[in-house]
């Protein structure tokens, strides 16, 4: 098991806990979600420790006090791949953010409202969701911005983060709803079609909504899932088997074992340099490391009785971890010689898309929906089988338990 090592501590902003950390993939820069105000801090990782740099609406009236108040207000961030250059979701537009300046994004749409953004991974595109076209079916689409021609097309239906596979030329995405959320995989490539997703058929479903984007591991064989809206949920995938390896309820929001045991941040996990360990942040301040490979659980204090509020690993492989106590940690991970193997990564991704086919895009989210091959890790379920499943018990996801009553009660009507 690793060894951890404190690079650095300081006080997040004013001192207020920091409730998500996102890191820029390949530059020493992370940005952290106040708690307090829809305001976004940057730090830079230097070799001498973390240094704030400008924030974003630093001086943002605080949240008003009921969760479903504020849910609208929380902000959310994306990195560009290659420049240190971050996007901010704003209730007016998008807030630019680098080193030098903070403005609003020319060339969104005055109609956007966002609330989810990606860059695409070549860093030309913005992906944005739901589609400023408006009305009701706005979330049925995105929306897709050339940055350079300053265009705008309409794009597939996606809402919570778009994840890159380590390998390359695929990302990861959700469309969520109330009963299921399937994680969409999808093909990119700027010399087929610039900026646009496409989406595979073979995807995963995953029970109920609400669930946090999803992590890769560094090799790219394995990704974990925080959710959902009813239950402080992890599972880890391997991937390109999608085979679920790990599934825990750490707690349900306001239980018993959250009352009893803290409050469980939704941003707490990240994975090491070493193929399949996956770090969770708890409640009483450690870092729990889980091997699946070696099968094997290790517990490290690095706050006592603090609890870690937000988690996430740096390009370099380090640690940035966030206190209930407003402050922010910078952690080496001292472990065995690892070197991320790019070729795994790559072949991973090979063997995935070799496995399956594109969708047809009709332009009607219900068809495309209609057009997966759906697994939860650990059955398999074509379009035909979902047509006609009738049985299922109560340890069935929920999805499914509906699906069987409405069929039950189609087939009592022909």
Same mark, same amino acid.
């Given at each position: 098991?690793?060894?951890?090592?404190?690079?650095?501590?300081?006080?997040?902003?004013?001192?207020?806990?920091?409730?998500?950390?996102?890191?820029?993939?390949?530059?020493?820069?992370?940005?952290?979600?106040?708690?307090?105000?829809?305001?976004?801090?940057?730090?830079?990782?230097?070799?001498?420790?973390?240094?704030?740099?400008?924030?974003?609406?630093?001086?943002?009236?605080?949240?008003?006090?009921?969760?479903?108040?504020?849910?609208?207000?929380?902000?959310?961030?994306?990195?560009?791949?290659?420049?240190?250059?971050?996007?901010?979701?704003?209730?007016?537009?998008?807030? $630019?953010?680098?080193?030098?300046?903070?403005?609003?994004?020319?060339?969104?749409?005055?109609?956007?409202?966002?609330?989810?953004?990606?860059?695409?991974?070549?860093?030309?595109?913005?992906?944005?969701?739901? !589609? !400023?076209?408006?009305? &009701?079916?706005?979330?049925?689409?995105?929306?897709?911005?050339?940055?350079?021609?300053?265009?705008?097309?309409?794009?597939?239906?996606?809402?919570?983060?778009?994840?890159?596979?380590?390998?390359?030329?695929?990302?990861?995405?959700?469309?969520?709803?109330?009963?299921?959320?399937?994680?969409?995989?999808?093909?990119?490539?700027?010399? =087929?079609?610039?900026?646009?997703?496409?989406?595979?058929?073979?995807?995963?479903?995953?029970?109920?909504?609400?669930?946090?984007?999803?992590?890769?591991?560094?090799?790219?064989?394995?990704?974990?899932?925080?959710?959902? $809206?009813?239950?402080?949920?992890?599972?880890?995938? &391997? *991937?390109? $088997?999608?085979?679920?390896?790990? $599934?825990?309820?750490?707690?349900?929001?306001?239980?018993?074992?959250?009352?009893?045991?803290?409050?469980?941040?939704?941003?707490? =996990?990240?994975?090491?340099?070493?193929?399949?360990?996956?770090?969770?942040?708890?409640?009483?301040?450690?870092?729990?490391?889980?091997?699946?490979?070696?099968?094997?659980?290790?517990?490290?204090?690095? !706050?006592?009785?603090?609890?870690?509020?937000?988690?996430?690993?740096?390009?370099?492989?380090?640690?940035?971890?966030?206190?209930?106590?407003?402050?922010?940690?910078?952690?080496?991970?001292?472990? &065995?010689?690892?070197?991320?193997?790019?070729?795994?990564?790559?072949?991973?991704?090979?063997?995935?898309?070799?496995?399956?086919?594109?969708?047809?895009?009709?332009?009607?989210?219900?068809?495309?929906?209609?057009? *997966?091959?759906?697994?939860?890790?650990?059955?398999?379920? &074509?379009?035909?089988?979902?047509?006609?499943?009738?049985?299922?018990?109560?340890?069935?996801?929920?999805?499914?338990?509906?699906?069987?009553?409405?069929?039950?009660?189609?087939?009592?009507?022909?």
């Amino acid at each position: 098991m690793a060894v951890i090592e404190m690079l650095a501590r300081l006080r997040a902003g004013a001192g207020v806990p920091i409730e998500r950390l996102v890191c820029h993939p390949r530059l020493p820069l992370v940005a952290g979600l106040d708690s307090a105000r829809p305001a976004v801090h940057v730090w830079e990782c230097a070799e001498d420790g973390l240094r704030e740099l400008r924030s974003v609406h630093a001086d943002a009236a605080a949240y008003p006090k009921h969760p479903w108040e504020r849910f609208d207000l929380v902000p959310h961030v994306a990195w560009h791949p290659y420049e240190p250059w971050l996007l901010v979701t704003d209730q007016r537009g998008v807030i $630019s953010w680098t080193p030098d300046d903070v403005n609003p994004l020319a060339g969104v749409p005055a109609e956007a409202v966002y609330r989810n953004l990606a860059f695409s991974p070549d860093g030309r595109t913005l992906w944005a969701s739901p !589609s !400023s076209s408006g009305g &009701e079916d706005a979330w049925e689409f995105s929306d897709s911005l050339d940055l350079s021609a300053g265009t705008v097309q309409v794009g597939p239906r996606w809402d919570t983060g778009v994840v890159e596979h380590p390998g390359g030329g695929l990302v990861l995405t959700y469309r969520s709803d109330q009963g299921a959320t399937l994680g969409v995989f999808a093909l990119v490539d700027e010399q =087929v079609r610039p900026g646009a997703m496409r989406a595979l058929r073979r995807a995963l479903i995953l029970d109920v909504d609400g669930y946090e984007a999803p992590v890769f591991s560094a090799d790219g064989r394995h990704f974990a899932i925080r959710g959902n $809206s009813y239950g402080h949920t992890l599972q880890m995938f &391997e *991937f390109p $088997s999608l085979t679920c390896v790990m $599934s825990e309820l750490l707690a349900r929001p306001g239980g018993d074992e959250e009352s009893e045991g803290g409050t469980w941040s939704r941003h707490n =996990v990240a994975f090491g340099a070493r193929p399949g360990a996956l770090w969770v942040g708890t409640p009483a301040g450690t870092l729990v490391e889980v091997d699946v490979a070696a099968d094997a659980v290790a517990v490290h204090e690095v !706050s006592p009785g603090i609890a870690i509020t937000a988690l996430a690993a740096t390009a370099t492989g380090a640690f940035v971890a966030a206190t209930g106590d407003g402050e922010l940690m910078l952690l080496a991970v001292r472990d &065995e010689a690892v070197v991320t193997d790019t070729d795994a990564a790559r072949a991973a991704v090979a063997a995935f898309t070799a496995a399956t086919v594109e969708l047809p895009d009709s332009g009607d989210p219900d068809d495309e929906d209609e057009g *997966f091959v759906l697994t939860d890790g650990d059955r398999v379920w &074509e379009r035909d089988d979902l047509e006609s499943v009738t049985a299922a018990d109560k340890t069935d996801p929920t999805w499914l338990q509906l699906r069987a009553a409405v069929n039950t009660v189609r087939d009592r009507r022909r």
